[in-house]
C-alpha cells in the first residue's frame, strides 16, 4: 500500500497576491530539510503539501521532519487508493485498522476535491462508515467529538485515507518575513525567543559572546548546539562567535562595579547590530522578560536598546518563567539550556546592578572606554560556525 505524508498549511491561505510566493517558499523548505533521507516526490495543491516516499525513503523520518517546518498546521499519513469506493472501503478498513481499534467511536470526513466522482461527499462518508462499522463492530460513530475522525479526500488522480493528524510547527515558512540575529546565550530564555520570531517567518542568523577563559569550550559548544536544534525548524543558522573578555576586561577596571551588566549589555547590543547589517539582518531578537532580572526592567532596556537603530524584538518580554520553561520544553532546547556552564553574563556580576539606571550617569560611566575601538577589534575577531 502507496503511504505519503499530507501537510496543512496554515497562514498562506490567507496571504492572497503573496500565495504563490509562500507556496514555493514553503516546497523549497520542505524539500531541502527531506533531501538527506532520500527521495521524495513533493507538490502542493489546495493548501495541501504532498509528500511520496521514493525508492523505499523513510516515513516517520520524514514525518518528524515534516512536523518541524513553518507554515505547517498539522500532519497525517495517508494511505493513497485508487478512486472507486470498493478500493475506498477497503483501504479504509486496512489502513485504519491498528488507529481503530484503539478507539470506541469515529466519524468520516468526505471532501470531494474531484466533483466529476459519481458520489458526493455525505455519500462517500456513509458508505465508509457503514464498511468500517461492520468490518469493527466495538465501533460506534459519533458525529460530535469522536475519538478518531477518518478523513476521505477524493483528489484529481487518486483518493486519500487517513486517521490520527499530529500538530505542525504553526507560524509562517523560514524567510518568508525576513532575516533577523537572535543574541543566543546558553540560557533557556533566547533559544525560545528565537524559535518564536523563526516562527513568524524570519531567517535567522545567531550571535553569541563569548568570555574566553572565564567561560568554557562546552559553554561555547552548548551554544552551538542550541542552534543545531534552532535549526530543525528555522534551517541552516551561522553563529558568529565575538570574543569578549577584553570588553569585560576593561569595563571592570574602568567603570562603577553597579553599571558593569548594563554596559556589557550595552556592548553586546552595538556588536549584535554590527554583526546583523554584515549578514543582512534587519532586526535584532533577544531573550528578555520584563523585570526577570535588574538588567531588564524598562530603564534598563532603555539604556541598552538605546544604543542600536535596527528594531529589537523581545517576544518573552510578557511571559512568565514557567512559561518560558514549558515552551523550551517543547521545542526541545530545554534539557541543553540547563547544561550547568557559565554564561558571559554571570562573570564579574555586580553585587548590587543598577535597576533604575539615568542614562545620562550611564554614558558617563562609558566615557572612560574606547568604545568604538573595542567594538572594532572585538569584530574584528568573531569566528563563525554554520549549523543545519
Ligand atoms: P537567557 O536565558 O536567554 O540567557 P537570561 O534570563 O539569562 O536570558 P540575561 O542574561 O540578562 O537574561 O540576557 C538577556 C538576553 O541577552 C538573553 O536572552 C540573550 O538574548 C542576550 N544574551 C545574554 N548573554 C548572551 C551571550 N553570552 N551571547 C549572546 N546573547 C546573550
Ligand atoms: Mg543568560
Redesign the pocket.
Known sequence: MQEVLLLKCGELVLKGLNRSRFESRLLHIVRARLQPLGQYKVSISQSTVYVQPCDGAPVDEALAVCMRVFGIVSVCRAAVCPKNMDDICRTACEYLAQELHDVRTFKVEARRADKRFPLTSPQIGAEVGASLLSRYPHLRAKMEGADRVVKVEIREEHAYISGRRMAGAGGMPTGTNGRAM??????????V?GHMMARRGLELGA????SYPYTSEEARDK?LELARILSGYAGKITVSVVP?THIQQEIRDKCDEDYF?LIM?RF?MRL?ERVAVHQGCSAL?????LG??A??TIESLNATGSVCTLPVFRPLIGMDKEEIVVRARQIGTFET?ILPYE???TVFTPRHPQTKPKLENVQAQESALDVDALVEEAFAGVERVTLG
Open positions: 537572535l543574541l543566543l546565550s546558553g540560557g533557556i530564555d533566547s533559544p525567543a550571535v553569541h559572546f563569548f551554544v569578549f551588566t549589555r553586546m549584535a531578537i533577544t531573550g528578555e522578560s526577570q532580572v538588567s531588564q539550556s554564561d558571559c553574563c
